[in-house]
């Protein structure tokens, strides 16, 4: 019986030894991990902002310099075309 139990007890020893050689390799592959993750995902992000920041730009320059004279100018004209009519019903 107590040969049995001496047995369970070393079995138990080499159990834990082995999970906590695991769980040392596991932290270290989760380290690597986010190291990978903040090295490859850092530019991708930067990059994404520097798009998103031209797209910004393009759509204040195209509103600016198209859009906005685009629409004073169809404004104007709609307001001559009604004066038209009417001056031309009177």
Do not use: Y
Request: positive net charge; charged residues 20%; without cysteine.
């Amino acid at each position: 019986m107590t040969f049995v139990r001496d047995l369970a007890i070393i079995l138990l020893a080499v159990e834990s030894l082995v999970v906590g050689v695991v769980l040392i390799v596991l932290v270290l592959e989760i380290r690597n991990l986010a190291k990978l993750l903040r090295e490859e995902i850092k530019p991708i992000l930067d990059s994404a902002d520097e798009t998103a920041r031209t797209v910004r730009g393009t759509t204040v320059f195209v509103s600016e310099n198209l859009v906005t004279p685009m629409v004073r100018a169809s404004s104007f004209a709609s307001g001559v075309a009604q004066a038209l009519r009417i001056l031309i019903r009177r």
